[in-house]
C-alpha cells in the first residue's frame, strides 16, 4: 500500500462517463459496482450497467461507462471491524 494519495482527477459528463486519474489498482468491478486504489484512498463507484471502457494502469487512467448513482471515498489506511465483533464494539 502506498504511504500517500497522489492528487487525483475525477470527471462525470451527463452520469454516464466517468474519468479517474492516479489510479494505482481496480479492486474490483462488476455491473453496479467499480472499486479502486488511488494511494491510501479507495473509491468506490456504484450505479447500474457500469463496465470498465478503459484502463491504463501505465498512466493512472481509468474510464467507466454506465449510470453512475453514487461516488464514495473511503480511507484505506484506517482498520475496518469484520463480522459481527462491529456489533459489540470490537
Do not use: W
Amino acid at each position: 500500500m502506498n504511504t500517500q494519495t497522489p492528487t487525483h482527477s475525477l470527471s462525470l459528463a451527463d452520469r454516464r462517463v466517468m474519468k479517474v486519474t492516479a489510479v494505482n489498482e481496480v479492486l474490483s468491478f462488476d455491473e453496479t459496482n467499480v472499486t479502486m486504489s488511488l494511494g491510501d484512498l479507495l473509491l468506490s463507484v456504484g450505479g447500474s450497467d457500469l463496465s470498465v471502457s478503459s484502463l491504463s494502469l501505465e498512466n493512472g487512467e481509468v474510464t467507466i461507462c454506465g449510470c453512475v448513482e453514487t461516488i464514495v471515498y473511503l480511507d484505506d489506511a484506517k482498520p475496518r471491524k469484520k463480522g459481527i465483533g462491529r456489533f459489540f464494539g470490537a
